[in-house]
């Protein structure tokens, strides 16, 4: 098993960045990707970065790319979404979420997921 956390979510003004951290503990050695999704309300919960599990492989989806990097400290055993330029319609909560085999984009691929955390950005 592998348990996720998810912090540093809050309010910020559009243009502004935050990052969001994500601390896994248990059988982190058998995870292949690492990965960030979001669901703003009323939505369904989209990707928006992977990371391999030495992060030397990674993808963005096309709305945050260029503005949000995901990225992981192995040491830290800690995955983080860094996010600048931020815009209202990033506002949603998001998830932290971990698989056994590489890749993947859909939420139905993932054996593990965090609590959440929300993310708020105003105009």
């Known amino acids: 098993q592998v348990q996720l956390v998810e912090s540093g979510g809050g309010l910020v003004q559009a243009g502004g960045s935050l990052r969001l951290s994500c601390a896994a503990s248990?059988?982190?050695?058998?995870?292949?990707?690492w990965a960030w999704f979001r669901q703003a309300p009323g939505k369904e919960r989209d990707f928006v970065a992977i990371?391999?599990?030495?992060?030397?492989?990674?993808l963005h989806a096309d709305s945050v790319k260029g503005r949000f990097t995901i990225s992981r400290d192995n040491a830290k055993n800690t995955v983080y979404l860094q996010m600048n330029s931020l815009k209202p319609e990033d506002t949603a909560v998001y998830y932290c979420?971990?698989?056994?085999?590489?890749?993947?984009?859909?939420?139905?691929?993932?054996?593990?997921w965090g609590q959440g955390t929300q993310v708020t950005v105003s105009s």
């Open positions: 979420a971990a698989r056994k085999v590489w890749t993947g984009t859909h939420t139905g691929q993932y054996d593990y």
């Open positions: 248990g059988c982190t050695f058998s995870i292949l990707t």
């Open positions: 990371s391999s599990w030495n992060g030397a492989s990674t």
